[in-house]
């Protein structure tokens, strides 16, 4: 309502800012400290031990790629705005329009209506602005710095092998991936690392550990009641030991983002509605709070079933998809915005296809550089932002046309994307993540 006020008092196409503003807020959301969108993407190409890009340690390292890719991105997005569509002066359809004394009241507003231009906003207002602002800093911090966070230690899924000196542990090697032959009693044990074929209690006179090829990285021998590990060219003996093998390892690790997030934003959302005597009656009746609800549930829904088809299709999805993707990276800019559509969401569209992209075997390195194609669901204009900004501009010059795809956000979004992703794409290169 602000920008459409703001445009009609200074004789701007109300189209140019509200669609380049609708698009470029959700373009900006990856590129967001506080983006879960960012952190899904962060967490699978980090979190699982599987993925290693060169130089890639933290979100932080995303939003180095992000931030200024969508900036600019945003910058291509005004700049066409400027110079598309008809001046209001010009256009002979809005002329005819405010011919009726009626439309023109509707259009422009009574003597009457209120206006925010010029108008100086309560104390306490700012301070709400600067307590959300604060906020945003504070996560941003504690995604940068890991140790900040607090830490659990537990018990996941590997191959943990304990060298025990009078039943104590002296040596722990843990085994993130590959396999583990184990020997006791002339019988081989072969698991491979998530499997679970070997009980706690065993002790083992032989134990190798094999990486993905198959290929002896370690062995750990129990000789004349000492135990020798040797790998390389290096080895070690411990007196007086045993070997035991165990199906989990101990791993630490910090509070994840998304729920720092959820629980930062929650509170700032507190501290606001407290200092300011916002009452929560209030809000309900917001068409903003009804808006945003409506989405939650359909988004939901929506991402839900995506995720339950692509799952179950997987291998399909990789003999059609994987060649194209490896061929043709530009390729991932497409799919990313498709299923986006699909899932109406940033987060949704990351948490599902950066998973897939990665078992497909699309490099690391081109998923941060096109991090923005996964905002695609301006494509059919059904997002509530959308929706909006066509149900303020009472001109009229922000539409849905005849056939759909013709509405006013489908050129400023193609930009955007496609722009942001060129950018991070050249970037990425600069920063080494790319192979």
Same mark, same amino acid.
């Given at each position: $309502? ?18 380049a ?5 959700q373009?900006?959301i ?16 980090? =979190? ?49 329009k405010?011919?009726?004394?009626? &439309?023109?009241r509707?259009?422009? =507003? ?11 906003? $309560? ?8 307590? @959300? ?19 659990? /230690? ?22 993130k ?24 209690? /065993?002790? @083992?006179?032989n *134990? ?26 290096k080895?070690?003996?411990? #007196? ?11 791993? /630490? !690790? ?5 729920d720092?997030? &959820? ?13 300011? =005597?916002?009452?929560? #009656? ?7 709070f009804?808006?945003?609800m ?13 995720? /339950? ?7 399909m ?28 969401? &940033?987060?949704a569209?990351?948490a599902?296809?950066?998973?897939? !992209? *990665?078992?497909?075997?699309?490099? $690391?390195?081109?998923?941060?550089a ?24 009472r ?18 979004g ?9 950018v ?6 600069l920063? =080494? @993540?790319?192979?």
């Open positions: $309502p602000i920008i459409y006020d703001v445009s009609m008092k200074s004789g701007i196409r109300p189209e140019r800012p509200l669609a503003t609708t698009i470029s807020s373009l900006a990856i590129a967001s400290p506080v983006s879960v969108a960012g952190v899904s993407m962060v967490a699978v190409l980090l =979190g699982t031990g599987t993925v290693h890009i060169d130089g890639f340690t933290s979100y932080v390292d995303l939003l180095k790629v992000t931030i200024p890719s969508t900036f600019i991105g945003m910058l291509i997005i005004g700049t066409y705005s400027i110079f598309r569509g008809k001046d209001l002066d010009k256009d002979p359809e809005f002329q005819e405010i011919k009726d004394p009626e &439309q023109r509707y259009i422009y =507003g009574s003597d009457e209506s209120h206006s925010l231009i010029g108008e100086k906003l $309560p104390t306490k207002q700012w301070n709400v602005m600067w307590i @959300f602002l604060a906020t945003i800093a504070i996560v941003a911090v504690l995604g940068y710095y890991k140790q900040l966070r607090p830490s659990w /230690t537990s018990d996941v899924p590997g191959k943990s092998i304990e060298i025990v000196v009078d039943k104590k542990v002296v040596k722990n090697i843990t085994v991936d590959g396999q583990v032959v184990s020997t006791v009693d002339s019988s081989k044990v072969v698991s491979n690392v998530k499997d679970s074929k070997v009980k706690d209690a /065993t002790k @083992f006179t *134990v190798e550990v094999l990486d993905k090829d198959k290929k002896v990285t370690q062995t750990i021998v129990l000789q004349d009641g000492n135990v020798v590990i040797t790998k390389g060219d080895t070690e003996t411990v #007196a007086n030991a045993s070997i035991v093998v165990k199906d989990t390892m101990k791993k /630490t !690790a910090p509070l994840g983002m998304v720092t997030i &959820q629980i930062f934003m929650l509170l700032a959302a507190s501290i606001m509605m407290i200092y300011s =005597g916002i009452k929560a #009656a209030k809000i309900a009746q917001n068409e903003i009804h808006s945003g409506v989405a939650l549930v359909a988004i939901y829904g929506i991402s839900w079933m995506a995720e /339950t088809m692509f799952h179950s299709h997987i291998e999805l990789k003999g059609s998809l994987g060649e194209v993707m490896k061929a043709y990276p530009w390729m991932y800019i497409v799919v990313g915005m498709l299923i986006s559509k699909f899932l109406n969401s &940033q987060a569209a990351a599902t296809f950066v998973p897939l !992209a *990665v078992q497909i075997g699309v490099d $690391p390195g081109i998923i941060v096109f991090a923005t194609a996964c905002y695609g669901y301006f494509i059919l204009p059904t997002y509530p932002s959308d929706l909006a900004a066509v149900q303020f501009d001109s009229g010059t922000t539409h849905i046309g005849k056939y759909v795809i013709n509405h006013s956000f489908i050129i400023p193609l930009i955007g994307v496609f722009s942001s992703c060129a991070g794409w050249v970037l990425a290169n920063y =080494g @993540f790319i192979k």
